[in-house]
């Protein structure tokens, strides 16, 4: 009883600190019919919100950035300080790049429940916690930057970051959301995969240390993306692209 106790106390406070919110199996995510045609709108609609997040995240480095400098010149507040400001930053940006996205990115476990998936595939807990994870990582290695580059936020890694952070949004409203299953496949490989691989590279060039940091998210990313891969081959394999749907 206690053992349960303390696993449900656990899943309450990784879903709260990851803003999962909790699925309820019975309720049904696509009960639409859908046609083999490619969903224009659904396409220029994630371009558009991806885009436009990376666009205010970007804008949002340079404010943190102009903020930083002012602070580090100002002989009111210790040294620490823009240290202490950044590092939350950082966690803004990792744990709810999200509400920077003009797209329905709710985080929920529906989709992952109802599906069916590969007998090696996680517990859905496992998900945030690694994610928790990771979120720290991002953190520790975007300091380790941050200060390589003279506590400078509008620089190419950072960009990059944001970028990673918003393709993995969009992924998030494409699978999560929508249960596009067929379109999550092509997005996770050339978005936040592809994305992670880059960020962490040139993480790597900036502070060697970093890169060694961030690397796990690339071998959990990877694992997902095979994840994914698996889910979309066991539920039908539908076509690799937004399908419409007919209303």
Known sequence: MNQSNNSSILEKFVNTVMGVKASNSQLSLNTSSTTQELDIKAVLVYKLGTILQIGVMVLTLLGMEKLIILIDNSSSFPSWVSTLLAGLFFALLSLRSRIFSILDNTRSRQTYDQVIRPRWSPPPLVF??????IAVLRVISSLLVWQQLNHHLLALPFILFVVHLA????????FTVERRLGAAVPV??????????????????TNP?????????????????????????????EPLYPLKLNK
Do not use: E, H, K
């Open 188 to 205: 996770v490989i050339l978005g936040p995969w592809l994305s992670a691989l880059v960020v962490t590279a040139i993480y790597w060039q």
């Open 209 to 237: 240390l970093a890169g060694i940091t961030l690397s796990f998210s690339c071998v959990w990313l990877t694992v997902a993306a095979v994840l994914v891969l698996r889910i979309w081959q066991l539920n039908g394999s």
């Open 167 to 174: 393709l993995g949004d969009t992924w998030n409203t494409i």
């Open 128 to 133: 945030p916690i690694v994610w928790m994870i």
